[in-house]
């Protein structure tokens, strides 16, 4: 298995633009996640889905920011309009079903927003 | 919420020592989880942990599960450079659908 695909890499936008990041979890997770690393603030979880309905989205900072998964195997987290202070590393994560699993991370598109 | 302290906040070491880190909780976990991340890298699993008073090792690693259950370790024993990165421990609960929370890391440093 490929593992978590996310994409871009790296974006850099101008602020008030629109960005999309996307997410491929892995085949046969059930779950999926969405976090944003800052020094200032470390790991934060932004939304959570089960069986692709968003579950948990309390930790989405704004309006801004919004998330979906319309089928098993893409999400995309999108954030409009952008701002500077977005400017972060943001990991998609997805997860098995049962209780002793875990969560393997994608390896996070680093966003820039000047 | 539930919030993880984890500690050190950072550490040097000289090439070949052990090392040691840790994570509290004010709240119980039944999952604590590892992880190591590289620069330009998501996290990486290192051990998962499932039961009060597990202890389970992967190589140099070892890593237990608080017999409370708000508290876990992870030891590294004879360090080498390629140890270097930020470590996190991650508690989950069952009844949150598999949410991590996870402390804030270790940054390991490690002079050859």
């Known amino acids: 298995d490929a593992g978590v695909i996310q994409s871009p890499r790296h974006e850099v936008t101008e602020m008030g633009q629109e960005v999309t990041l996307r997410c491929k979890p892995i085949?046969?997770?059930?779950?999926l996640f969405w976090y944003r690393q800052t020094m200032m603030r470390g790991l934060e979880l932004l939304i959570y889905?089960?069986?692709?309905?968003?579950?948990?989205d309390s930790g989405m900072p704004e309006d801004r920011f919004s998330a979906k998964m319309p089928n098993a195997s893409f999400s995309t987290l999108k954030i409009q309009p952008s701002e500077p202070r977005d400017s972060a590393v943001y990991f998609c994560?997805?997860?098995?079903?049962?209780?002793?699993?875990?969560?393997?991370f994608g390896q996070g598109t680093r966003l820039t927003v000047v | 919420g539930q919030q993880l302290n984890q500690s050190p906040q950072s550490m040097f070491i000289q090439e070949g020592e052990d090392v040691s880190m840790n994570c509290t909780s004010s709240?119980?976990?039944?999952?604590w989880l590892w992880y190591k991340q590289e620069p330009g890298e998501g996290p990486v699993l290192l051990i998962a942990?499932?039961?009060?008073?597990e202890l389970t090792s992967n190589g140099r690693l070892t890593a237990q599960f608080g017999i409370t259950r708000k508290d876990s370790f992870l030891n590294i024993s004879a360090s080498i450079p390629s140890d270097v990165g930020i470590y996190f421990c991650?508690?989950?609960?069952?009844?949150?659908?598999?949410?991590?929370?996870f402390g804030d890391g270790t940054t390991l440093t490690v002079k050859p």
């Open positions: 994560a997805s997860k098995g079903q049962g209780m002793n699993t875990e969560a393997f």
């Open positions: 085949s046969g997770h059930n779950s």
């Open positions: 889905f089960n069986n692709n309905v968003p579950i948990d």
């Open positions: 709240s119980i976990f039944n999952t």
């Open positions: 942990l499932y039961k009060a008073g």
């Open positions: 991650a508690g989950q609960l069952i009844t949150n659908a598999g949410k991590s929370t």
